[in-house]
């Protein structure tokens, strides 16, 4: 099991001796037991880092918030900057690097092993609680050690409590990674993978449509999903359509006839478009962090859309995401073998 | 006339510039008969079909939608077919997966030389098209 002093230890020493110029990590939140992410650029302020199984948060956004800000106030950092990451993590790393978003020398990888028992789902944990908030929440071995507001413990066991994708999860070990910490539990996944997707998938086409339906028809587009997903870097979304350069000249027409490719509304055909255009644009990236469906304030399970394009990119065309840096992505290599029976 | 016999599946095609877009003129020219009911829209390879063209077609109302380019090995551009034929195998299995039929999506191979072949992939097309009725899953609402 990890000692949250070596973490601390670790972001300590290399802040302290200049290697990074600041280390993105969690801390103690506001917001009940959940942990926070914070960026820390002082030896000092290392004591306040935090792992536990409320760190659900993927930092590698973080990472993509830090580069968009640099390069606003036109710099070009010299020291990397230092990550925690969890497996999932990691991967998000790697994608990021395998698309030249950075260079693997612009980040150092602090990799932190979740040992196979994940992070809490706070839905779950409400259920089994019924409701009680618990202050805080500890790993110990395959379960989970909550504190309640009377001060007393309840020890739940991690696989009850456990956030969907965790249970899923083959490779909770940070496999990119500059030093890692804990044990490496690959391998261990707790439910088959896509378990969740194979069950969906039992349902005729008309279920899936009325399924899906609903679940679109309740998207208020607030693109929480869009703004937490690290993979989701372009500085203008095509979703947005914001950008036109209007001058005096530009007509009534002109404007009329824009490319609209999704409206902002959000009626179901511009939902479904969204969602779709997203998962898409996830195909062969996304590597299963589960914090779109995390963050979304209606439930919309979207970690299904993103697993049927993961599992499709496996079985169909051998690709895993977030596997090598230096390899092609999944939409711009192919195979001669690719499946092409379809095509008439 | 009923719903049904006034029902006319439209079908957006983005047909590649170098083979299908010739192989139609090619059925033109030879003055083979096919369904009118197909809206070609000339791309310059299959491989810059985006997903969202697909998706965007479906939106404005169209009931179904035609990718057709060049055979394997001919793409004008060396490999647009090949990362179209992955790319656009992704659209199709995710539209199945949320339930819009997948037979709305077709893709086929037409160099310029099949006229009848093109010919014959519309005809299929719009009979397997008429069973499945007018598409109003995804079709935006304008009322």
């Known amino acids: ?344 | 006339m009923s719903d049904t016999q006034s029902y006319e599946p439209r079908i957006v095609a983005f047909l590649c510039k170098w083979c299908t877009s010739a192989g139609a003129d090619l059925a033109g020219v030879s003055r083979i008969q096919y369904p009118a009911n197909v809206t070609p829209i000339q791309v310059m390879c299959t491989g810059g079909v985006s997903p969202m063209y697909v998706l965007s077609a479906l939106r404005k109302g169209a009931d179904g939608v035609l990718v057709s380019g060049c055979h394997p090995g001919d793409c004008h551009y060396i490999e647009g077919n090949y990362l179209a034929r992955r790319k656009l195998h992704l659209v199709k299995e995710l539209l199945g997966f949320v339930g819009v039929e997948p037979d709305r999506f077709r893709m086929s191979w037409v160099s310029a030389a099949e006229g009848a072949k093109f010919a014959q992939v519309v005809r299929d097309f719009v009979e397997d098209l008429r069973p499945l009725g007018p598409q109003e899953k995804v079709k935006a609402d304008r009322s």
């Open chain 1, 1 to 344: 099991m990890i000692k949250i002093q070596d973490i601390r230890d670790a972001a300590r020493d290399m802040l302290a001796k200049g290697e990074v110029r600041a280390v993105i990590g969690w801390q103690r939140g506001s917001r009940g037991m959940a942990a926070e992410p914070v960026v820390i650029n002082a030896p000092e302020q290392a004591d306040g880092l935090v792992w536990d199984p409320t760190c659900y948060h993927n930092l590698s956004l973080y990472l993509v918030n830090d580069k968009k800000a640099q390069a606003h106030a036109k710099q070009k950092p010299t020291l990397p900057i230092a990550i925690i990451a969890k497996g999932c993590d990691a991967r998000s790393c790697v994608v990021l690097m395998q698309e030249n978003y950075f260079r693997r020398d612009d980040i150092y990888i602090i990799g932190v092993s979740c040992e196979g028992t994940g992070v809490i789902d706070e839905r779950k944990l409400a259920v089994a609680l019924g409701g009680v908030k618990p202050t805080s929440a500890a790993f110990d071995g395959d379960d989970y050690v909550v504190t309640l507001p009377d001060g007393s413990e309840k020890r739940l066991p991690a696989r009850e409590v456990m956030a969907d994708r965790c249970l899923e999860c083959r490779e909770p070990f940070p496999k990119e990674n500059n030093i890692a910490l804990g044990e490496d539990k690959t391998g261990r996944a707790l439910e088959a993978p896509f378990a969740a997707l194979a069950r969906f998938e039992q349902q005729s086409e008309a279920e899936r449509w009325n399924y899906w339906q609903r679940q679109f028809d309740r998207c208020i587009r607030c693109f929480a999903c869009r703004s937490v997903c690290p993979m989701c870097f372009c500085d203008e979304c095509v979703v947005d359509s914001i950008e036109m350069k209007v001058a005096p000249t530009t007509s009534a027409e002109e404007k009329a006839s824009r490319v609209r490719w999704i409206e902002r509304s959000n009626t179901l055909a511009d939902n479904f478009g969204y969602h779709m255009t997203r998962a898409m644009h996830l195909a062969g990236r996304c590597i299963d962090c589960g914090e779109c469906e995390r963050v979304c304030p209606v439930n919309i399970p979207l970690r299904l859309l993103n697993n049927k394009m993961e599992r499709e990119a496996r079985e169909q065309f051998g690709y895993e995401p977030g596997a090598s840096i230096g390899g092609p992505s999944l939409v711009s290599s192919f195979r001669d073998d690719d499946p092409g029976t379809w095509i008439r």
